[in-house]
T-cell receptor, first 115, second 111 residues
Framework: ETGVTQTPRHLVMGMTNKKSLKCEQH?????MYWYKQSAKKPLELMFV???????ENNSVPSRFSPECPNSSHLFLHLHTLQPEDSALYLC??????????????FGPGTRLLVL | QKEVEQNSGPLSVPEGAIASLNCTYS??????FFWYRQYSGKSPELIMS????GDKEDGRFTAQLNKASQYVSLLIRDSQPSDSATYLC???????????FGAGTRLAVHP
């Protein structure tokens, strides 16, 4: 266990559904991240939050909407997704953002299937 | 040119051998380097970090960094079948001010 939890672990949704992914970290970190990992592709950084403020949106489609109510919680709201959005969605956290000793710890991920 | 490059593999080694995984990066100003292990269907798990030129050892794992050559490697001694996984190299790029991951090298250790 890394101290980063994600729920649900698996999710199947239709293209018209709305769902949310949740991430919680118990490490006292200040930065949180959402990544997408598709089959046989490298990790794709989606969003970065530092002290609850979004600092990066990596050209992610608006059907993905992040929310960070505090430094310990991060959500990813999903609506009208496409089948190509099926992937493993990973949350990570680090103590400091943008420092040379940034070490990110990952949650177990949510395996998403869009039908 | 990709910021962080790794050979996708698979790298196949026999049990008990040394597995050598390599990574090159493009941002010469990078100062922090990480190796993650990812089992199939699981999330990346941090194995080692290295910040200074030279070798850093932790159990069966040795990370090697050569900033002049922009090269970082991971050696796994006495490889075990349980080491079979994808190994991700990550580099903190000062130019982009963020951690950049390579695509990973798949390692297969056969008995």
């Amino acid at each position: 266990e890394t101290g980063v939890t994600q729920t649900p672990r698996h999710l199947v949704m239709g293209m018209t559904n709305k769902k949310s992914l949740k991430c919680e970290q118990h490490l006292g970190h200040n930065a949180m991240y959402w990544y997408k990992q598709s089959a046989k592709k490298p990790l794709e950084l989606m969003f970065v939050y530092n002290f609850k403020e979004q600092t990066e949106n990596n050209s992610v489609p608006s059907r993905f909407s992040p929310e960070c109510p505090n430094s310990s919680h991060l959500f990813l709201h999903l609506h009208t997704l496409q089948p190509e959005d099926s992937a493993l969605y990973l949350c990570a956290s680090s103590y400091q953002l943008g420092t040379e000793q940034e070490t990110q710890y990952f949650g177990p991920g949510t395996r998403l299937l869009v039908l | 040119q990709k910021e962080v490059e790794q050979n996708s593999g698979p790298l196949s080694v026999p049990e008990g051998a040394i597995a050598s995984l390599n990574c090159t990066y493009s941002d010469r100003g990078s100062q922090s380097f990480f190796w993650y292990r990812q089992y199939s269907g699981k999330s990346p798990e941090l194995i080692m970090s290295i910040y200074s030129n030279g070798d850093k050892e932790d159990g069966r794992f040795t990370a090697q960094l050569n900033k002049a050559s922009q090269y970082v490697s991971l050696l796994i001694r006495d490889s075990q079948p349980s080491d079979s996984a994808t190994y991700l190299c990550a580099v903190f790029s000062g130019g982009y001010n963020k951690l950049i991951f390579g695509a990973g090298t798949r390692l297969a250790v056969h008995p």
